[in-house]
């Protein structure tokens, strides 16, 4: 039984056998390539989210190093009861070398005012003396 193409039913049969055959080749080659194509994927993401991590962990180490560091530095700063007392106790020195000035300028003053009475007085003297050796 062979129509006028030279078909029979076994020729068709065969036929359509190695087309169905090529069809599953082509889906499982397919299969195997976005098979493959997703193992890398996999592959590529799991080694991000590893790069990810390991980033993640450096940059809380790090920011864990900066907030020790800082705490060490605040641990040394002076506390504002300690910069008060400071602070008065350079105040009442700063009173304390002003009212020595003022007194050793008082006495300055004096003693300058003395100095020029008896400066005044040995030249009265000087005076007195050289007139009484002259005459």
Avoid: C, P
């Avoid at 800082?70 to 602070?87: E, G, H, I, K, V």
């Amino acid at each position: 039984m062979a129509d006028s193409d030279g078909w029979t039913l076994g020729t068709l049969y065969t036929h359509f056998e190695r087309l169905i055959e090529a069809k599953f080749a082509t889906t499982d080659a397919s299969i195997a390539a976005n098979a493959k194509i997703a193992d890398i994927s996999l592959v590529a993401s799991q080694r991000a989210a590893d790069k990810y991590e390991e980033q993640a962990g450096d940059r809380a180490t790090r920011e864990n190093n900066i907030r020790d560091e800082l705490r060490q530095q605040s641990a040394t700063f002076a506390t504002r009861d300690l910069l008060d007392a400071t602070r008065a106790s350079l105040e009442a020195q700063i009173t304390s070398v002003r009212e020595a000035q003022v007194l050793t300028e008082n006495r300055t003053s004096r003693l300058q005012g003395q100095a020029a009475a008896l400066a005044g007085a040995a030249f009265i003297a000087a005076t007195v003396l050289g007139y009484l050796l002259h005459h």
